[in-house]
């Protein structure tokens, strides 16, 4: 039961250009050139369990981490994608060395050494990949959708180590996309923000904001990720109505409550202060995890939520009939990680201090900003989500027959993970509906 619900996290976003040693071949990309290694993309890396498992857990940390320190700056509603920031620091922490790389793993929560780690996201990306064979529709009634892209965009006139261009290349899948960000940084600013809409079927829209890029930035490294999916069980649209729902201050709104036509057999757990339920999608591979605290016991619980809680959590989940009500929403949000992620130990990234030099052979450049946006749409037939997120490098110097009751009229917090992994793709939380 652990191994099936463990929970983990993915993150996303990137760019970068070519190298000194041996040929890359170029293909054309839109406006730009796309420079592409000799090595491809490992398509079985071979990865133990172990490894796999170190990944999820420290990923799943880091999310939490993350969690916590987003959740204590917003006003009501959250939601983010951990796995598409981490896989685009990921992307990042491979240039990284000396204080540097050793500051990043411990806020990232990176407990393999690199040359494990990178091939462990490789294998956990194409696992994830695997899910849209398998069938299924999305929420609007088309085939089930779960795309992860990485890329890199760089300097056309900059020079990278060919063994940092090989390793992206062989774990991350990304090709170096030439830009010229010291002509015109607004219009490669724009071509990098018209490419993650399209990544993410116009969900995710001008990612980087303005002054992102400007003529002293060298590097952009993206990742966006988009996710749409049916409930394995679909509401009753026709039981959807009004209700009230209380905030966290004790007054009431009304708001669209979805209702089961009839209990379901879900996984279920209740506990001192809180219940959860997962509500499978599709093809039972993936689920959203709802935390629902007892009225008036959100703060502490949400307080109190760490890595051996949610896992504890998992672990105690069993099969029960539930008649469930939750409402519906639709939100989206956008994050500057900058001082986020200083704040939990990786500072020295973003100084004259910070030490790239896997990525040039110098320590000529450091991480400008780290931006993050994403959307989430839940309705009575599944789920719409999409993240993206964008790392800027500049140069220095510059009982089982039972059937439960559950309205969830109050605030919840929620993931949606992979069952068979799980990798945690989506976290939040709705106060305010």
Same mark, same amino acid.
């Given at each position: 039961?652990?191994?099936? +619900?463990? @929970?983990? %996290?993915?993150?996303?976003? %990137?760019?970068? %250009? @070519?190298?000194?040693?041996? @040929?890359?071949?170029? =293909?054309?990309? /839109?406006?730009? *050139?796309?420079?592409?290694?000799? *090595?491809?993309?490992?398509?079985?890396?071979?990865? &133990?369990? =172990? #490894?796999?498992?170190?990944?999820?857990?420290?990923?799943? =940390?880091?999310?939490? #981490? %993350?969690?916590?320190?987003?959740?204590?700056?917003?006003?009501?509603?959250?939601? +983010? &994608? @951990? +796995? &598409?920031? &981490?896989?685009?620091?990921?992307?990042?922490?491979? /240039?990284?060395?000396?204080?540097?790389?050793?500051?990043?793993a411990s806020a990232l929560h990176f407990t393999l050494p690199q040359d494990q780690l990178h091939p462990a996201f490789n294998a956990l990306d194409q696992e994830l990949a695997s899910r849209k064979k398998e069938g299924g529709e999305g929420a609007d009634g088309k085939g089930f959708r779960l795309n992860i892209v990485n890329d890199i965009w760089g300097q056309q006139d900059f020079t990278f180590l060919q063994e940092y261009l090989d390793l992206l290349s062989t774990n991350y899948g990304a090709g170096l996309r030439l830009m010229d960000f010291k002509t015109d940084p607004n219009a490669a600013r724009q071509e990098i923000n018209d490419y993650i809409a399209e990544q993410t079927e116009q969900r995710i829209k001008d990612l980087l904001p303005d002054g992102f890029i400007d003529q002293d930035t060298r590097l952009v490294l993206t990742n966006a990720i988009y996710f749409n999916a049916a409930w394995a069980y679909k509401f009753a649209g026709y039981l959807t109505q009004d209700a009230p729902f209380t905030l966290l201050d004790g007054s009431q709104v009304d708001v669209p409550m979805m209702r089961f036509g009839e209990a379901n057999n879900l996984q279920y757990a209740a506990g001192e202060g809180f219940q959860a339920v997962a509500l499978p999608y599709e093809g039972l591979k993936l689920s959203m995890l709802l935390l629902v605290p007892d009225e008036g016991a959100f703060e502490d619980f949400e307080a109190a939520l760490d890595q051996e809680r949610l896992d504890s959590i998992l672990d105690s989940m069993e099969r029960r009939q539930v008649h469930l009500s939750m409402p519906k929403f639709e939100f989206d949000a956008s994050f500057g990680l900058k001082d986020t992620l200083a704040a939990l130990g990786m500072g020295q990234a973003f100084t004259s201090s910070a030490d790239f030099s896997g990525m040039t052979g110098d320590r000529d450049l450091q991480i400008s900003d780290v931006v993050h946006k994403a959307f989430v749409k839940v309705d009575e037939n599944g789920t719409e989500a999409a993240a993206a997120t964008a790392v800027g490098m500049r140069v220095m110097g510059m009982p089982v027959d039972q059937v439960i009751e559950l309205t969830v009229d109050r605030p919840f917090i929620f993931f949606i993970r992979d069952d068979f992994t799980g990798a945690v793709l989506f976290a939040g939380r709705i106060t305010k509906p």
């Amino acid at each position: 039961m652990r191994q099936f +619900y463990r @929970p983990l %996290l993915m993150l996303i976003l %990137l760019a970068l %250009l @070519p190298a000194c040693a041996g @040929p890359m071949p170029a =293909a054309s990309g /839109g406006s730009q *050139k796309v420079l592409r290694s000799e *090595k491809r993309r490992a398509a079985a890396p071979q990865v &133990s369990e =172990a #490894d796999l498992e170190a990944l999820v857990d420290g990923n799943a =940390a880091f999310a939490l #981490d %993350l969690y916590h320190r987003l959740a204590a700056a917003a006003d009501d509603n959250l939601f +983010y &994608s @951990p +796995y &598409s920031i &981490s896989l685009a620091l990921a992307m990042t922490y491979a /240039g990284a060395r000396g204080e540097t790389e050793q500051a990043m793993a411990s806020a990232l929560h990176f407990t393999l050494p690199q040359d494990q780690l990178h091939p462990a996201f490789n294998a956990l990306d194409q696992e994830l990949a695997s899910r849209k064979k398998e069938g299924g529709e999305g929420a609007d009634g088309k085939g089930f959708r779960l795309n992860i892209v990485n890329d890199i965009w760089g300097q056309q006139d900059f020079t990278f180590l060919q063994e940092y261009l090989d390793l992206l290349s062989t774990n991350y899948g990304a090709g170096l996309r030439l830009m010229d960000f010291k002509t015109d940084p607004n219009a490669a600013r724009q071509e990098i923000n018209d490419y993650i809409a399209e990544q993410t079927e116009q969900r995710i829209k001008d990612l980087l904001p303005d002054g992102f890029i400007d003529q002293d930035t060298r590097l952009v490294l993206t990742n966006a990720i988009y996710f749409n999916a049916a409930w394995a069980y679909k509401f009753a649209g026709y039981l959807t109505q009004d209700a009230p729902f209380t905030l966290l201050d004790g007054s009431q709104v009304d708001v669209p409550m979805m209702r089961f036509g009839e209990a379901n057999n879900l996984q279920y757990a209740a506990g001192e202060g809180f219940q959860a339920v997962a509500l499978p999608y599709e093809g039972l591979k993936l689920s959203m995890l709802l935390l629902v605290p007892d009225e008036g016991a959100f703060e502490d619980f949400e307080a109190a939520l760490d890595q051996e809680r949610l896992d504890s959590i998992l672990d105690s989940m069993e099969r029960r009939q539930v008649h469930l009500s939750m409402p519906k929403f639709e939100f989206d949000a956008s994050f500057g990680l900058k001082d986020t992620l200083a704040a939990l130990g990786m500072g020295q990234a973003f100084t004259s201090s910070a030490d790239f030099s896997g990525m040039t052979g110098d320590r000529d450049l450091q991480i400008s900003d780290v931006v993050h946006k994403a959307f989430v749409k839940v309705d009575e037939n599944g789920t719409e989500a999409a993240a993206a997120t964008a790392v800027g490098m500049r140069v220095m110097g510059m009982p089982v027959d039972q059937v439960i009751e559950l309205t969830v009229d109050r605030p919840f917090i929620f993931f949606i993970r992979d069952d068979f992994t799980g990798a945690v793709l989506f976290a939040g939380r709705i106060t305010k509906p």
